[in-house]
């Protein structure tokens, strides 16, 4: 990667920009513009999240948006209201008021004497989300947006359910939020920080609970969700996924439904933006962004909106890593999509295994500890979050082989596999998970789809499994990208359990397959066809490390009491801002424990975040545990806060959820 200290433009910075809302609210921005913005004015770009300008995102921030303000552009970087050092009060994520705010903040930015009067909007998850739904809503002077791993289904495909399955994921971001919402503004940016972060305390909400509530895909999920109306997304798009990351479908839905422009870009990433992400090869994000930003903000006739469609980097097989630094492969560019070099290719699945036609009659009831392999739902880096080696899940699946492919195979788009089953229990799911198993054994999963039975007809409308009756049911699999090698052979595993990446069914259910075949996404066969710009960045931001951090994954099993648990450390040490001397740091600890009762399942998950400067010393501690029984979802919560050594703040949670579909 290449750091950059020189651009085209000089720019300045602005520390802390007051935004003022219609209702009086002040929302916190950092600017970087060319410094004769004021006489040759330039459109914005901005970037509007929770996670806090002044330490949360500050490192990542300070590798893009001077580099972006150096080709000439106005980089905003806003914290949401009742987040970081803007006022007012958090209520949950994408509410009216946040997607409101975003139109007043773009309204605003426009009408500004360093501003021409176009504005884009840029994000990464949270951001990447809320830039879709902003354009959803139209603002006059929003031109265009660049959303990296989002989705436009708030129900089908985000951290709290997946296929109707309840993730637990959904309680593992609640658990983060909790903490992440709970930090003061920084006192050398408001006098009024301590009266500032009392209020909110006082006022967090603990999102969790309100989620799991909503178990179908009602007007909660559906406001935010821009599939509810395709027409009004004309405003031009770059969507940008990773087959690392469990948002990887947007970039298909967005190419096949939006109305305006879109291009797709997916790589081999985890939740990071490319230009620094794992595993490798990286690319230039930035100069990507430059482009589409000239394109549609300041009209350069650049070729941007002629560029393919879709640009993918289909994997090669390789051993299994969930801390890869890098992923063999190659990049293709379709002109347009769906394209015609994906034809469909039907397996049959039978007893004698995949690809083979022959009578089937599997029954599937996996133990409640499968799925320890399966990664986090959005994987950050290198500390083991990605999906390992699956033979131990495999193990204890359903597993159907292919034959030895002759000659490589290589897969884009999305599997369909479609079966006839019955369940012994009114609620259950399936998961499918489609694997490339390598001649030594080992297994790397290509792709995984869930469906919670109860939503096989309707997610609007969802309706309990009559015990013992036949249907016919699909299940639609991730989208993936990859070139399995020959010699190898595919995989199809299935499981009624996937712990912890899904909460169980209340009850262990068995599933009775007697038809089934695998529709797969089979490519023409390519070689490299784009070669991306290297990636670059602005300078890093100063610091230094007083405390160096820590990570640990492991799995424990309790031979004597039957427990098995994913249990996860991570420690980002304490590092000290030396442009202005925030000192910041965070430690969590996650415990997933579960026996063979499903009821048992347990989790546990403390986060602390720790803020100092001089004698200045906060610190807030979230501990939460979500358990159930076979009616109700129960999630427990407290909250402390402490100014040196004093506690000033301390609330509990006790919530109980019913479970009507999950």
């Known amino acids: 990667m290449t750091v950059r200290s020189e651009f085209p433009e000089a ?76 006022d007012g009060l958090m209520e949950d994520e994408y509410s009216a008021q946040e997607l409101q705010d975003a139109c007043d903040v773009i309204a605003w930015l426009a009408r500004q004497p360093w501003c021409s009067g176009s504005v884009g909007m840029m994000g990464k998850s949270w951001g990447g989300f809320n830039c879709l739904q902003t ?51 920084d006192p050398l940016l408001r006098n009024d920080w301590r009266e500032t972060w009392l209020r909110r305390l006082e006022n967090q909400p603990f999102h969790a609970p309100g989620w799991a509530a909503h178990q179908t895909r009602d007007a909660y999920w559906k406001h935010g969700s821009i599939c509810e109306d395709w027409d009004r997304m004309t405003t031009p798009i770059l969507s940008i996924g990773g087959w690392n990351d469990n948002y990887m479908n947007t970039v298909a839905h967005l190419m096949e439904q939006a109305r305006g422009p879109v291009k797709g870009i997916i790589g081999p990433w985890v939740h990071q933006y490319p230009h620094t992400a794992v595993p490798g090869p990286r690319i230039g994000f930035l100069q990507l962004a430059i482009r589409w930003w000239d394109r549609w903000l300041k009209g350069i006739e650049n070729g941007a909106e002629d560029d393919p469609a879709f640009r993918a980097y289909l994997l090669h097989s390789a051993p299994p890593n969930p801390s890869a630094k890098h992923r063999d492969g190659h990049w293709i560019a379709e002109a347009e999509w769906p394209t015609p070099r994906v034809g469909r290719q039907v397996l049959p699945v039978s007893d004698a295994g995949l690809g083979v036609a022959g009578a089937l009659s599997a029954s599937v009831c996996t133990p409640q500890h499968l799925g320890m392999a399966a990664g986090e739902f959005f994987p950050m880096g290198l500390n083991a979050e990605m999906a390992g080696d699956q033979r131990t899940d495999d193990a204890l699946s359903v597993c159907f082989d292919g034959a030895p492919l002759a000659e490589p195979l290589e897969l884009l788009g999305a599997a369909k596999l479609s079966l006839r089953l019955a369940s012994d229990k009114p609620m259950a799911f399936l998961v499918a998970r489609l694997c490339d198993v390598a001649p030594d054994g080992s297994s790397v999963r290509i792709a995984h789809g869930i469906l919670n039975l109860c939503h096989r007809r309707s997610a609007e409308a969802p309706e309990p499994m009559e015990p013992g009756v036949p249907e016919d049911v699909v299940l639609v699999l991730d989208q993936m990208g990859y070139r399995v090698a020959a010699g190898h052979r595919l995989r199809l595993a299935l499981s009624t359990t996937y712990w912890p990446f899904v909460w169980p069914s209340p009850e262990a259910a068995t599933l009775e397959i007697t038809q089934a075949s695998l529709d797969l996404p089979v490519h023409e066969g390519t070689r490299t066809e784009w070669e991306p710009p290297p990636a670059e960045t602005a300078k890093p931001w100063a610091h230094r490390v007083l405390r160096p951090g820590s990570a640990s ?94 506690v000033v703040f301390q609330r509990d949670w006790d919530e109980e959820v019913a479970r009507k579909f999950v």
């Not at 949360?56 to 303000?69: F, K, Q």
């Not at 129900?155 to 109707?164: L, N, S, T, Y």
């Open 11 to 86: 720019i300045t910075e602005i520390e802390d920009l007051a935004i003022p809302m219609p209702d009086g609210t002040r929302l916190s921005a950092r600017v970087w513009m060319p410094a004769n913005a004021a006489a040759r004015p330039v459109p914005a770009v901005l970037e509007y999240i929770p996670y806090r300008k002044r330490d949360g995102t500050l490192p990542r921030d300070e590798l893009m948006h001077p580099y972006v303000a150096g080709h000439g552009y106005a980089c905003v970087r806003v914290d949401i209201r009742g987040n970081g050092d803007s």
């Open 553 to 646: 994954r492991r799995v424990e099993s309790d031979l004597i009491a039957g427990t098995h648990a994913l249990v996860v450390a991570e420690d980002t040490g304490d590092t000290e801002n030396l442009d202005h001397g925030l000192v910041s740091g965070e430690t969590t600890t996650e415990r997933w424990e579960i026996a063979a009762d499903p009821l048992s399942a347990r989790a546990e998950i403390t986060w602390e975040q720790r803020l100092s400067r001089g004698d200045w010393r906060v610190r807030t501690r979230a501990e939460t545990v979500m358990s159930a029984t076979a009616s109700h979802l129960r999630m427990q919560a407290r909250l402390t806060a402490w100014e040196g050594e004093t």
């Open 135 to 185: 354009a959803f809503l139209q603002p006059p002077a929003l031109k265009a947006v660049i959303s990296v791993y989002s989705t436009t289904d708030r129900f089908a495909d985000d951290i709290h359910f997946k296929g109707g399955a309840l993730l637990g994921e959904n309680f593992g971001w609640g658990s983060v939020m909790l903490s992440y919402s709970s930090r003061p503004p």
